[in-house]
């Protein structure tokens, strides 16, 4: 960042300052050069306003900085002019998807900066009098800070409502035409444009079960669902019946799991796979359902990265059911024998591990393989015996 002393004209050649309305004056002069600095002030310390571009703000905060020099040397506080600028401005930043504690934060950053230089031009007058003049309108400024921001604030929670609405609306038809396919590919890519995703990017879709949610659990999730995200993160949430289904873009979904099991530590999740464009979102919404539809109390959060064979297979369960049929008939009676198995694949195929996850000894667990290959005719440590009783323990409750 450039400095004041780098931006800001000094010279020994300029008359010194004796009054407040000189003070004043002077500070008008420094305004185009002190709104560079602050603009870099905000692009430093208030990382959600990188979505707006210098261009844009350059007007706007020296507007702001410059009525209110011109305010405080009158005595007075924003007129409805000022206060209407306030309003616009925060409309605009509303629409910029700027959320509102970055706005407040960044008006701050302004006002902060233009009293520091006031500050610095009483000092260098070198009359204690003029300082104590300044400090004695100290009132006025924090008075105009708040006036402002209240004006702002305002304005962008109005438009964040309005907008908030329109992306209700837009995730519902985005989600809606994602799981119709291709069918319904034009209506998902102008729904995705509108919510400000990049169609070239990333999408990952995850989903779980609300049906028996309270109310307020349902409350709860709407009041996190408000948490300000970074402008390169895309997050949209729609309710489809009893799922709510989840579009992302830049954003982690561990961290969003996380967030539904703080809301429901039982709830089923699944999450698909992040594949690209609208194409790629269609099938991660088709491996999100499915995944949710095998998850259960002992895998609640069932990821299509991890589990994409036996999920993908059990969509053809009803023709395979004759195949498997001997293990599914093994499993009624001996539903241990068919822990054990799927432990022995859990642990890399490492009998003492499986016997230290089951807590047994390993003789136990080299019997129950042994007896499970008896009754289905499977050796589990084969890849062709080992996948048929993997889905024979996916399919066995459909």
Same mark, same amino acid.
């Given at each position: 960042?450039?400095?004041?002393?780098?931006?800001?004209?000094?010279?020994?050649?300029?008359?010194?300052?004796?009054?407040?309305?000189?003070?004043?004056?002077?500070?008008?002069? +420094?305004?185009?050069?002190?709104?560079?600095?602050?603009?870099?002030?905000?692009?430093?310390?208030?990382?959600?306003?990188?979505? &707006?571009?210098?261009?844009?703000?350059?007007?706007?905060?020296?507007?702001?900085?410059?009525?209110?020099?011109?305010?405080?040397?009158? /005595?007075? /506080?924003?007129?409805?002019?000022?206060?209407?600028?306030?309003?616009? #401005?925060?409309?605009?930043?509303?629409?910029?998807?700027?959320?509102?504690?970055?706005?407040? !934060?960044?008006?701050?950053?302004?006002?902060?900066?233009?009293?520091?230089? #006031?500050?610095?031009?009483?000092?260098?007058?070198?009359?204690?009098?003029?300082? #104590?003049?300044?400090?004695?309108?100290?009132?006025?400024?924090?008075?105009?800070?708040?006036?402002?921001?209240?004006?702002? +604030?305002?304005?962008?929670?109005?438009?964040?409502?309005? #907008?908030?609405? *329109?992306?209700?609306?837009?995730?519902?038809?985005?989600?809606?035409?994602? !799981?119709? /396919?291709?069918?319904?590919?034009?209506?998902?890519?102008?729904?995705?444009?509108?919510?400000?995703?990049?169609?070239?990017?990333?999408?990952?879709?995850?989903?779980?079960?609300?049906?028996?949610?309270?109310?307020?659990?349902?409350?709860?999730?709407?009041?996190?669902?408000?948490?300000?995200?970074?402008?390169?993160?895309?997050?949209?949430?729609?309710?489809?019946?009893?799922?709510? *289904?989840?579009?992302?873009?830049?954003?982690?979904?561990?961290?969003?799991?996380?967030?539904?099991?703080?809301?429901?530590?039982?709830?089923?999740?699944?999450?698909?796979?992040?594949?690209?464009?609208?194409?790629?979102?269609?099938?991660?919404?088709?491996?999100?359902?499915?995944?949710?539809?095998?998850?259960?109390?002992?895998?609640?959060?069932?990821?299509?990265?991890?589990?994409?064979?036996?999920?993908?297979?059990?969509?053809?369960?009803?023709?395979?059911?004759?195949?498997?049929?001997?293990?599914?008939?093994?499993?009624?009676?001996?539903?241990?024998?068919?822990?054990?198995?799927?432990?022995?694949?859990?642990?890399?195929?490492?009998? !003492?591990? &499986?016997?230290?996850?089951?807590?047994?000894?390993?003789?136990? *667990?080299?019997?129950?393989?042994?007896?499970?290959?008896?009754?289905?005719?499977?050796?589990?440590?084969?890849?062709?015996?080992?996948?048929?009783?993997?889905? *024979?323990?996916?399919?066995?409750? /459909?």
């Amino acid at each position: 960042m450039t400095g004041t002393s780098e931006r800001i004209e000094r010279g020994a050649d300029r008359p010194p300052i004796t009054t407040l309305t000189e003070l004043f004056t002077r500070a008008q002069d +420094s305004v185009p050069a002190l709104t560079l600095e602050v603009i870099d002030l905000i692009h430093d310390r208030v990382a959600e306003y990188g979505s &707006t571009t210098v261009t844009q703000q350059i007007g706007h905060t020296e507007g702001q900085l410059r009525d209110m020099v011109t305010g405080l040397a009158c /005595g007075r /506080g924003p007129d409805e002019r000022e206060l209407q600028a306030a309003r616009d #401005l925060g409309r605009q930043r509303a629409l910029d998807r700027v959320p509102l504690h970055a706005l407040i !934060s960044a008006f701050q950053v302004g006002f902060q900066r233009l009293w520091a230089h #006031l500050q610095e031009l009483a000092r260098e007058s070198g009359r204690q009098e003029l300082q #104590l003049d300044l400090l004695a309108g100290v009132d006025g400024v924090w008075s105009w800070m708040q006036a402002i921001t209240a004006a702002a +604030s305002q304005a962008h929670s109005e438009a964040t409502v309005a #907008l908030e609405a *329109v992306d209700i609306r837009s995730t519902h038809r985005f989600v809606q035409a994602l !799981s119709q /396919g291709d069918v319904e590919r034009d209506v998902a890519e102008r729904a995705a444009v509108s919510l400000g995703y990049d169609l070239a990017g990333q999408f990952q879709v995850v989903c779980w079960s609300v049906g028996g949610w309270s109310e307020s659990q349902l409350q709860r999730w709407h009041e996190r669902d408000g948490v300000p995200r970074p402008a390169t993160q895309h997050l949209q949430v729609a309710g489809v019946g009893q799922t709510m *289904v989840a579009v992302l873009q830049g954003a982690d979904p561990a961290k969003l799991v996380t967030r539904v099991h703080r809301v429901d530590p039982a709830a089923r999740v699944g999450v698909g796979l992040s594949r690209p464009g609208v194409p790629g979102a269609v099938d991660s919404y088709r491996d999100a359902v499915l995944c949710l539809a095998h998850a259960d109390p002992r895998r609640p959060v069932v990821a299509f990265e991890q589990w994409w064979l036996p999920v993908s297979l059990s969509e053809q369960a009803p023709r395979l059911r004759q195949v498997l049929e001997p293990g599914l008939r093994a499993a009624v009676d001996n539903p241990h024998l068919l822990q054990t198995v799927t432990a022995f694949a859990d642990a890399g195929s490492s009998l !003492s591990a &499986t016997a230290s996850a089951l807590h047994v000894h390993v003789n136990t *667990v080299r019997y129950r393989l042994d007896r499970w290959r008896t009754l289905t005719g499977w050796d589990p440590t084969t890849w062709d015996g080992l996948c048929r009783t993997l889905l *024979v323990d996916w399919t066995r409750d /459909g």
